[in-house]
């Protein structure tokens, strides 16, 4: 009589904890009177974790981005109030970071600028708040 053992294997598809994921897509904004509103798809990344939103001025180098959140971001919007004055331009960016911490590149950016826009008080280019316009940008 021998006894006979037999084994099993089943083969499990995981994804490498370095896998960086995609990059947010469809950012978007709106403005407000001494705001600005981001928005974005939501992620199909299945290990999502969050999203990072990122903001310079358009005269900065590529490096000096600033992370404005302080956590991750679960909602795929975020209301900015930058302290533009007229004419000055604002780069946006979000990524995306999965549950091992991993961070996409950043998505297509949007620049947002400061308009002087009727009725300011005190004349001479002064005004009560700026108003925002924006564009797609190319570049990071």
Do not use: C, M
Not at 81 to 88: F, K, L, R, W
Not at 122 to 137: C, I, K, M, R, Y
């Amino acid at each position: 009589n021998q006894n006979r053992i037999t084994r099993t294997y089943e083969r499990i598809q995981t994804k490498s904890i370095n896998t960086i994921p995609q990059s947010p897509t469809g950012l978007d904004v709106t403005s407000g009177t001494s705001s600005v509103t981001l928005s974005w798809d939501t992620s199909t990344e299945s290990d999502l974790d969050g999203y990072n939103i990122y903001r310079k001025g358009l005269t900065e180098t590529v490096d000096k981005y600033t992370k404005l959140n302080t956590t991750l971001l679960t909602q795929t919007s975020y209301t900015d109030t930058p302290a533009g004055t007229d004419g000055e331009k604002f780069i946006y960016a979000v990524t995306s970071q999965d549950k091992g911490g991993n961070e996409s590149e950043r998505s297509e950016t949007v620049v947002v600028i400061a308009n002087e826009e009727g009725g300011g008080k005190g004349g001479g280019g002064s005004f009560n708040f700026p108003l925002w316009t924006f564009a797609h940008h190319d570049g990071n």
